[in-house]
Nanobody, 122 residues
Framework: QVQLVESGGGLVQAGGSLRVSCAAS????????MGWFRQAPGKEREFVAG???????QYADSVKGRFTISRDNAKNSMYLQMNSLKPEDTAIYYC????????????????WGRGTQVTVSS
């Protein structure tokens, strides 16, 4: 059974940094693409970043240059380093996995975590 568990969320001031993590279990050694999505209050869930097994990355325009996605295959973990945080980054951050290529559509992701709250104060 596949399980994705996010951690590391919290409250941070604008301009600060935070790293959220995703621990994956139950994924086979297939080459899963991992992604981060977020959902702010009253808004739809949106793509943040994606990372293929080969190291290709894709970022939403709103986070380019500020966020970095990475993974540690030995630990079955994925990370999102968030720098220069803004109040508009406040959201629940979800980790997801898909067996296909990096995609910004949440419909294409097979597995989801429950999310971790990130709050950026002004």
């Amino acid at each position: 059974q596949v399980q994705l568990v996010e951690s590391g969320g919290g409250l941070v001031q604008a301009g600060g940094s935070l790293r959220v993590s995703c621990a994956a279990s139950g994924l086979t050694r297939s080459r899963y693409v991992m992604g981060w999505f977020r959902q702010a209050p009253g808004k739809e869930r949106e793509f943040v970043a994606g990372l293929s097994w080969s190291g290709d990355t894709q970022y939403a325009d709103s986070v380019k240059g500020r966020f970095t996605i990475s993974r540690d295959n030995a630990k079955n973990s994925m990370y999102l380093q968030m720098n220069s945080l803004k109040p508009e980054d406040t959201a629940i951050y979800y980790c997801a996995a898909t067996r296909f290529r990096i995609t910004t559509s949440q419909k294409d992701y097979d597995y989801w975590g429950r999310g971790t709250q990130v709050t950026v104060s002004s």
